[in-house]
């Protein structure tokens, strides 16, 4: 352990998720005509659907994967399956996945580079966020062989261990990377990069998709006729036409 990975593994997780929630809210707060996904498809259908639909399957299977894989206690799963296992299982559905979101990534950057009615319309956070997105994903299929050299489930139990200290705020996370690779460490790294540049980016409108579960629990709107105010003593025969 040295000063930079004290501080890459030991502070700069609570600047990314300070920044990631703080920043959001702000946005929300101040920007909420920039709070969208900034849609391409009007300039150019092409391969977006195709692209964005593995990029989405992908990414989102991760993203749920990695929080329950790695928040989940060792304790409540350890009586149904074990380490070992479980990074087997995490290798093969997460190498599926992560190869949905890089071919999906891919021609997504793809179409954001070399189509020319899309690049000029282009931001330079859209551009870097894929790029950034892309780099992660690699990176995530790259750990892989790694995590087949330790299929006692060890190193994904020392990661796992770092992930639930930083969230739980226990001293000593930074020491349970000791023996990690630098694949593993930029991965991570990168993942915590992306929280940190997300409400600054389109990946805002996120936080509307995890809002739309809201309407699964939304009571029914209720719906009543609009009732006519007749004044009081102002019967129905005494207005214009009443009774022909």
């Not at 409108?205 to 009571?219: D, E």
Request: aromatic content about 12%.
């Amino acid at each position: 352990m040295n000063a930079l990975d004290t501080f890459l593994f030991g502070i700069y997780p609570y600047i990314a998720l300070s920044v990631f929630l703080l920043g959001s809210l702000i946005r929300f707060d101040r920007d909420q005509y920039t709070w969208k996904s900034d849609s391409s498809q009007l300039l150019k259908a092409g391969q977006l659907r195709l692209g964005s639909n593995l990029f989405h399957v992908g990414v989102l299977f991760l993203f749920f994967g990695h929080s329950i894989g790695m928040l989940t206690p060792h304790f409540m799963y350890e009586h149904f399956i074990s380490a070992g296992n479980k990074q087997l299982m995490a290798m093969v559905s997460g190498g599926l996945a992560g190869l949905l979101g890089f071919v999906g990534v891919t021609i997504l950057l793809h179409r954001r580079l070399f189509e020319p009615r899309i690049r000029i319309n282009s931001k330079t956070s859209d551009i870097v966020l894929l790029v950034l997105l892309w780099l992660q994903l690699a990176l995530g299929l790259a750990t892989i062989p790694l995590s087949a050299q330790h299929l006692d489930g060890g190193m994904m139990m020392q990661l796992a261990g770092w992930a639930q200290h930083i969230v739980t705020f226990q001293p000593g996370a930074v020491e349970l990377l000791t023996g990690a690779s630098w694949v593993f460490k930029l991965h991570m790294f990168l993942g915590m990069s992306i929280f940190f540049v997300f409400p600054f980016t389109r990946l805002v409108h996120v936080w509307s998709g995890f809002g739309t579960v809201a309407y699964l629990v939304r009571p029914y709107q209720v719906v009543r006729a609009r009732r006519l105010n007749v004044p009081a003593g102002h019967n129905q025969a005494s207005r214009p036409g009443a009774g022909v």
